[in-house]
C-alpha cells in the first residue's frame, strides 16, 4: 500500500467508528434514563458500581470503572475468572453491575451471573444483542450494536469496543451531572493536576505578601516605586493612601509606556501614572478566581485585599506558572 493509501484507509476506519457511535445515539431510549436513576440509587445507599466483562470488553471496563471513579462515583472492575475464585467478595447487596459482552453470550460471564444475581444487585448489560441471554438475565439493556466492525475482516473488536467505551463515557458524564457533582468535586480526585491546584488552593496561600509585596505612599516619586518593585523582585507596585487603602497600582508596562513620552519621569509622582480602581480579588477566594480575572481582564497582576478591603498582597501571572496552577 502506498502512502496515500494508508491515509484513505485509516481514514475510512475513523468514519466507520464515527458513524458506528451515531448509530448507538440513534438507539438510546429510555432504558438509558433507567441506567441513571440505578446508579445514582446505588451511589445515594452508599452502594459502589462493579463492573465486569471478558477480553476486550474487560479492558475497556477498566477504563469505564477509572472515569466514574475520577468523577466521585465509587466504581470497581471485577475480572470474570477471579470472581468465582474469590473475588466475588468485593460484591455486597445494594451495587450496580455493570455487565459488558457485545455478544451477550460470552460463557465466563453467563456462568458468574447467576453467583452476582445471588446478591441483591441491580444489573445493567451493555451488549449489541439487546434480545441475548445477557440482557435477558438483566434489570436494563443499553444497545451497542454496530454494523460492521472497522477491522477489514469484521473481526478485530474496533467500532464495536468504541461503542462500548462510549456508551460508559455517556453514563458516567450523564451521572456527573445528575448527581450535581462541581468543579471542586472534582479537584478533590485530582489533587496532584492543575485543576486540582487551582481549585483547592486559596489566593492568599499562593499571594506575595510583606516583604514580597512592592508598596509606596501615593506622594511617592516613579523612582521610589521602580526601587520598591527591583527589591520584591515584582513587576508592579502598590500605591496605598495615607491611611493604607489601595489608591491604584503602577508597573513595569506602565512605566515602559510613559518613559518613551519623557525619559525624565523618575521624579514626578507617581500617582499620575498609577491605574486607579485596579483589578483585585479576596484573600479567601478560590485561586481559580484569580486565575479567571486575570484572563477576562487581560492583566499580569491582581491585588489580593483582606475583608476589610485593605491590600494585603498581589499576584503574578508568573506565581501561577511556577507553582503549576496554570
Known amino acids: 500500500m502506498s502512502g496515500m493509501d494508508h491515509l484513505a484507509r485509516a481514514r475510512n476506519v475513523i468514519e466507520m467508528e464515527t458513524d458506528g457511535l451515531r448509530r448507538m445515539a440513534g438507539h438510546l431510549d429510555a432504558s438509558f434514563v433507567e441506567a441513571i436513576g440505578l446508579l445514582h440509587r446505588t451511589l445515594d445507599q452508599r452502594g459502589k458500581i462493579v463492573v465486569v466483562g471478558i477480553g476486550k470488553s474487560g479492558n475497556i471496563g477498566h477504563k469505564i470503572a477509572a472515569t466514574f471513579n475520577s468523577t466521585g462515583a465509587t466504581a470497581v472492575l471485577l475480572n470474570s475468572q477471579d470472581a468465582l475464585h474469590g473475588d466475588l467478595g468485593l460484591l455486597s447487596d445494594g451495587d450496580a453491575v455493570i455487565a459488558m459482552s457485545y455478544s451477550g453470550e460470552t460463557r465466563e460471564l453467563l456462568d458468574l451471573l447467576p453467583f452476582i444475581k445471588r446478591f441483591e444487585v441491580s444489573v445493567i448489560a451493555l451488549s449489541g444483542k439487546p434480545d441475548s441471554t445477557l440482557a ?90 521602580l ?39 523618575g521624579e514626578k509622582p507617581v ?44 499576584i503574578d501571572t508568573q506565581d501561577l506558572a511556577r507553582l503549576k496552577i496554570v
Do not use: W
Open 136 to 225: 435477558r438475565l438483566s434489570d436494563v439493556t443499553l444497545d451497542t450494536s454496530v454494523e460492521r466492525e472497522a477491522c477489514p475482516l469484521n473481526l478485530a473488536p474496533t467500532s464495536s469496543s468504541t461503542a462500548m467505551l462510549v456508551m460508559g463515557d455517556a453514563l458516567a458524564m450523564v451521572l456527573l451531572e445528575d448527581r450535581g457533582f462541581t468543579e471542586e468535586d472534582f479537584a478533590r480526585y485530582h489533587p496532584g493536576g492543575s485543576l486540582g491546584r487551582a481549585l483547592l488552593t486559596r489566593v492568599s496561600d499562593i499571594m506575595r505578601a510583606d516583604a514580597a509585596l512592592p508598596t509606596v505612599p501615593e506622594a511617592a516619586s516613579v523612582l521610589a516605586a
Open 227 to 265: 526601587q520598591a518593585m527591583h527589591r520584591a523582585r515584582a513587576g508592579a507596585c502598590l500605591i496605598l493612601t495615607s491611611c493604607g487603602k489601595l489608591a491604584g497600582i503602577f508597573t513595569h508596562g506602565d512605566f515602559a509606556r510613559a518613559f518613551q513620552q519623557d525619559p525624565l519621569l
Open 271 to 314: 500617582a499620575g501614572l498609577m491605574t486607579r480602581h485596579p483589578v483585585t480579588v479576596r484573600a479567601d477566594a478560590l485561586a481559580v478566581e484569580a486565575i479567571k480575572s486575570i484572563g477576562k481582564n487581560r492583566i499580569d497582576d491582581i491585588i489580593v485585599l483582606d475583608a476589610a478591603g485593605i491590600p494585603i498582597g498581589l
